[in-house]
């Protein structure tokens, strides 16, 4: 673990260089000043942005509070939000989305992915987009994830259910979820886990589950499908 001089040196280095994080505000939020800042509670998330313009994955704000069941979480989420008045639902936007954000799976008692049975008794891996996200449903711990990780360790006949029990939520089949999860080249984003710590794996770093009570259902009604 880093001391705070060390951690400090490292964000000064990283300043040097020209990395930044580019941070997105909530669409309510409104300066008085130029030079205003967001409060954290209206900061949705963020992307790291190197000084030669590569951009990391989107993370999601654990301390963002939406102001309205209709504020969107995310870039997945807004895509999901648009899919959804669709008839029927498209799900190309929010595959094209769904790459490039840090996800969370919901783990069971041992840290391995919950496989979840749903209502017309299918199974899915819960996946949410953002943190704030994960509070509608009572899992006993969380990982994050890129969506290539999942893939890869996504079991035959084993779907995913992304955001279940937010406002909007869509259940995604594997076959859909592969074609989507393609691993970039020499490419290990920041904040995403290792490919073996995703579905049917514990988690490789010992990080204990955050323990928030347990349920295999909790899946939200409404959802689409594709």
């Known amino acids: 673990m880093q001391d705070a001089d060390s951690t400090q040196e490292t964000a000064e280095e990283a300043q040097e260089r020209g990395d930044r994080w ?8 409104e300066p008085d000043g130029d030079d205003e800042q967001p409060p954290p509670e209206l900061i949705v998330g963020s992307w790291f942005v190197t000084a030669d313009g590569v951009s990391g994955p989107f993370q999601g704000n654990p301390a963002y509070a939406p102001p309205s069941p209709a504020s969107p979480t995310d870039p997945v989420d807004a895509a999901i939000r648009l899919a959804i008045e669709e008839d029927p639902p498209a799900s190309e936007p929010v595959l094209n989305a769904l790459p490039s954000v840090v996800l969370g799976i919901a783990l069971d008692d041992e840290g391995n992915a919950l496989v979840a049975s749903l209502p017309d008794e299918v199974q899915a891996v819960l996946v949410t987009t953002a943190p704030v996200n994960r509070g509608y449903i009572d899992v006993p711990g969380w990982q994050e994830a890129m969506l290539w990780q999942i893939a890869e360790a996504l079991p035959e006949g084993v779907d995913m259910v992304v955001n279940p029990g937010a406002p909007v939520s869509m259940r995604l089949q594997r076959g859909t979820v592969l074609d989507a999860g393609v691993r970039p080249e020499g490419f290990e984003p920041a904040g995403a886990k290792p490919a073996d710590a995703a579905p049917g794996a ?24 594709t």
Request: charge should be negative; aromatic fraction near 10%; charged fraction near 25%.
């Open 202 to 225: 514990a988690d490789p770093t010992g990080a204990e589950p955050d323990g928030n009570g347990a349920t295999e259902t909790a899946v939200a009604e409404d959802r689409p499908s």
């Open 22 to 29: 580019f941070f997105l505000p909530d669409p309510s939020w």
